[in-house]
């Protein structure tokens, strides 16, 4: 299922959702070398996150990375006899979680995760607001790496993408407005098709995506994991809890209804979201 944009208005310009698509799209056009060639592998050891040096303190060793890729060994953290230099003596291994954020492993996989955000991050950033938005967005994106860490502790195969901070998005977005309409081409063998969907169906089957993925694949599923589940929690307490809902939304979508308390006859709006 491929989401191609929803029918949910939002009454703010998405100016923090823009300018992230926008930093993504020039980090990976005109800063981020081809992940493919030598350069970009160099570049990945040299700025994206490494379950290894987060959990270890400090940058992968040169014996690390040389067994890494020479031998496939993905889990050569901490060798026995390793004596060899740091192979990036200056790289911050915690400022990295935040700059393999803006990295993409492709094209294919930058266009994915932008337009993941464009349809589903206008909503979220219109009922949080511009400066909460971005803090959740980070939010959802360090808790994705740290989800993807505590499954693959040793691993020494940097970890590129927004797909986490995304996946936060999406279960923000699958809590506070399911039955918002989503325009979904679903592909049947070698046939696309359009539908109308509720957002719950495709978010649904994302999620459940995930868990049929393999770790051959190369895929950080455990970090979409991990997003998505603490935007489905953010959201579910923004939803519940009128005082919570008070500091984390702005001041238009408040749980009042005209003035009165949502407990006095309000009802939530599962397309708009708020109650109404």
């Not at 490494?50 to 959990?55: D, L, N, Q, S």
């Not at 679903?186 to 994302?206: S, Y």
Request: proline share 7%; aromatic share 12%; with cysteine.
């Amino acid at each position: 299922m491929l989401p191609l944009w929803d029918e949910n208005p939002t009454r703010r310009f998405p100016a923090v959702t823009i300018a992230l698509i926008v930093v993504c799209v020039a980090v990976h056009l005109f800063v981020q070398p081809r992940a493919t060639d030598g350069d970009g592998v160099r570049f990945g050891y040299e700025w994206a996150a490494i379950p290894c040096e987060i959990t270890e303190g400090r940058p992968l060793s040169v014996d690390e990375v040389v067994v890494t890729l020479q031998t496939g060994d993905t889990t050569a953290c901490d060798l026995p006899g390793d004596t060899s230099p740091p192979v990036f003596p200056d790289k911050n291994v915690w400022l990295a979680a935040l700059v393999s954020m803006f990295l993409h492993a492709g094209l294919l996989h930058l266009a994915g995760n932008m337009l993941f955000l464009w349809v589903f991050g206008n909503n979220v950033e219109d009922h949080l607001g511009p400066f909460r938005f971005a803090l959740f967005y980070v939010a959802a994106g360090v808790t994705a790496t740290a989800a993807h860490i505590a499954v693959q502790l040793d691993s020494t195969v940097p970890v590129v993408g927004a797909s986490g901070a995304i996946a936060g998005v999406m279960g923000a977005y699958l809590v506070w407005f399911p039955w918002a309409r989503v325009r979904t081409v679903v592909i049947l063998g070698i046939i696309p098709l359009p539908f109308r969907l509720p957002a719950a169906v495709p978010l649904a089957f994302w999620f459940g995506t995930q868990f049929f993925v393999g770790a051959e694949d190369g895929i950080a599923w455990m970090a979409h994991v991990g997003g998505f589940a603490f935007g489905a929690l953010v959201g579910l307490l923004a939803r519940t809890s009128a005082a919570f809902n008070r500091r984390l939304w702005v001041d238009k979508h408040h749980a009042l209804s005209r003035g009165r308390p949502r407990t006095l006859g309000a009802r939530w709006d599962n397309r708009r979201g708020g109650w109404a």
